[in-house]
């Protein structure tokens, strides 16, 4: 049975596209937190139906192991997929300003850069599957189409996918 861990800098989508997931069959809680969240001992369910598991880069103020959280999942009988998303720096950046992650535009973009170098010197050395979603794919039913069958999942085409980038474009 397959498990996604979908993961991506905050602001980036990685919350709309879990909650895609979740609302497409897989496992796991619409919104914010989900019932198998960090500590990792905390317990995973059977494999008995595909699962989301959502984690932000940086989680509580650290940045997640994933080879810690793919173990986990293997040795539980999953077979991992890394689930990167990734949204336009300025958004993202315009993004966690609003959400008062950072003070700074600068601050916000170099924590942008920061997450993602942290998640791909990570998927780099995992021997499980990943891809890698545009949070503006989102929006899109032939892409999320495309995006679905890189998951081997067919997605939620009802799913109500607003993108957000145009919020923050104030010029």
Same mark, same amino acid.
């Given at each position: 049975?397959?498990?996604?861990?979908?993961?991506?800098?905050?602001?980036?989508? =990685?919350?709309?596209?879990?909650?895609?997931?979740?609302?497409?069959?897989?496992?796991?809680?619409?919104?914010?937190?989900? @019932?198998?969240?960090? *500590?990792?001992?905390?317990?995973?369910?059977?494999?008995?139906? *595909?699962?989301?598991?959502?984690?932000?880069? *940086?989680?509580?103020?650290?940045?997640?192991?994933?080879?810690?959280?793919?173990? %986990?999942?293997?040795?539980?009988?999953?077979?991992?997929?890394?689930?990167?998303?990734?949204?336009?720096?300025?958004?993202?950046?315009?993004?966690?300003?609003?959400?008062?992650?950072?003070?700074?535009?600068?601050?916000? %973009?170099?924590?942008?850069?920061?997450?993602?170098?942290?998640?791909?010197?990570?998927?780099?050395?995992?021997?499980? @599957?990943?891809?890698?979603?545009?949070?503006?794919?989102?929006? =899109?039913?032939?892409?999320?189409?495309?995006?679905?069958?890189?998951?081997?999942?067919?997605?939620?085409?009802?799913?109500?996918?607003?993108?957000?980038?145009?919020?923050?474009?104030?010029?």
């Amino acid at each position: 049975m397959i498990a996604y861990v979908v993961v991506g800098a905050e602001s980036s989508g =990685n919350r709309a596209l879990h909650n895609l997931l979740v609302e497409s069959g897989c496992l796991g809680h619409r919104g914010y937190k989900i @019932p198998f969240n960090q *500590p990792l001992d905390v317990e995973i369910p059977e494999p008995t139906q *595909p699962i989301s598991w959502l984690r932000s880069f *940086p989680h509580a103020g650290s940045y997640p192991d994933l080879k810690d959280m793919t173990d %986990v999942l293997v040795e539980k009988g999953y077979q991992p997929m890394i689930v990167v998303i990734m949204r336009s720096m300025w958004a993202t950046a315009y993004s966690q300003l609003n959400r008062e992650f950072e003070q700074t535009y600068a601050g916000a %973009v170099k924590r942008v850069e920061d997450a993602y170098r942290q998640i791909f010197s990570q998927v780099s050395v995992l021997p499980c @599957p990943f891809i890698v979603v545009q949070y503006s794919e989102l929006s =899109n039913l032939k892409s999320r189409r495309h995006i679905g069958e890189l998951l081997g999942l067919k997605l939620d085409e009802s799913f109500d996918f607003r993108n957000e980038d145009n919020k923050y474009d104030t010029r």
